[in-house]
């Protein structure tokens, strides 16, 4: 699948730095000068369009355009003149977690050294770095992956002044990237997607960022959101930027404020707090989570010790066990059915959080009903349709899969849940918040990949997640559809129209 990479640096200088840093390689990595500056570089780049070359990483430095780079940041060009660099967003999350600073951008190629006057302008047009070859020799790679990673040898605050310097730095970056540029030639290749369907947000996450944003059309900034509205950094990260004031406890809402309780709703201890405090309270619960809410109470009421399988310090569990804390206990596993000791015997029941693994529930909930006969459960499954179908759609494409990539944060339940379904059948999976995430390792030797987003994951994610992936190699991708998803909750009273 890998064809050979061919590394185009424009200096000596700088290709001698590429070349120190893949000392130690396997040696299948060519390096090649293009000369200086755009002409040298369209010349050598009209030679290279007929090599045999299987990807083009262009490297060299580059005058940064924003006052927040430093000498030897990296920048990874998303685009180089017409060329695409769709992987930069890849590249550039495995040069960071080789430790150094890079960042996906865009480069301009210009054709004179850039004078200081200029670099506010590009700037403002969202270049981050500019050079005077890649525009030139990305053109050489005629349809083939493209990588443009150029270290930063002079700032907008010290154009010249620090070049000596800065150039030293930036030539470190160079040699200290030149082995995370060989390990992206090695994960470039021809590849399949399959996306699962259902993927992506649920109605209880549609619902409850609309909640946040016509609060904050309504009230205007800060609106208080206490806990993650759903358990997405993207998510939290854009309300963020538009007003919404995260808080962990209602301690940290000022006195009058608004507040919006999160999807994964609250136990009554927390809405009597903000009652007492005179909070204008707005409630985006899921309703599937009311729901379970509601049958605790009444098994509650009933005389009944509620079993609540599900995991310890999850909101959702936190503020469902404080439907009736005297009444519920919480179970993780088997062993916690065996060592339940229920006031009677006769009057056990269970409840689920929404976003358990489905084979994982029905394991505990076995055990109960093999332990307590009479057990009862809850009137219609607790399981909510979008974690059952998220996760039969990424069982349909995992069997068909060398690898799975799941798009949502480390705290999602549901996100979490289908990294392990994936895995009880036997195909590796990984969970990411982005394509900057994916590790270029995970991609050898994988020809098909399944590709999937937890409920509280923004359908954007795997647009990009896509478009990084094809910025490898050929990538042709395809839709399993186990079921269609049309629910749709209303919104309350405090934001309807
Ligand atoms: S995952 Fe299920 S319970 Fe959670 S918000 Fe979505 S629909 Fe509601």
Redesign the pocket.
Known sequence: MTEELLICAPMRIEARAVRRGLRDSTGATGITRSGYGPRRAADRAGELKEDSFGQLAIMGTAAGLTADLSPGDLVVGTEAGAVSGGSAPLLAGELRRAGLNARAGRIATVDHLVRRAERPALAADGYLAADMESAALAAAAGGRPVAVVRAVSDTPDRPVAGIVSGGLAALRALRAAAPVVERWGAACGTRQVLLAGPRSF????ERAIEIVERALERHGEPVYVRKQIVHNTRVVGELEDRGAVFVEELDQVPDGATVVFS?HGVSPMVRQEASRRGLAVIDAT?P??SKVHAEARRFADGGYTVALIGHAGHEEVEGTLGEAPGSMVLVQTPEDVARLKPRDGEKVAYLMQ??LSVDEAAEVSGALRERFGSVRGPGSDDI????TNRQAAVRAVAADSDLVLVAGSANSS?SVRLVETCERIGTPAHLIDSASDIQLGWLTGVSTIGLTAG?SAPPAVVEEIISALSGLGPLSVSERVTTTESIRFGLPKEVRQ
Not at 202 to 205: D, H, I, N, P
Not at 384 to 387: L, V
């Open positions: 649920c109605a209880g996450v999807a899921c599937l989570v929404t976003t909510c349709y979008a974690t549901n409920a």
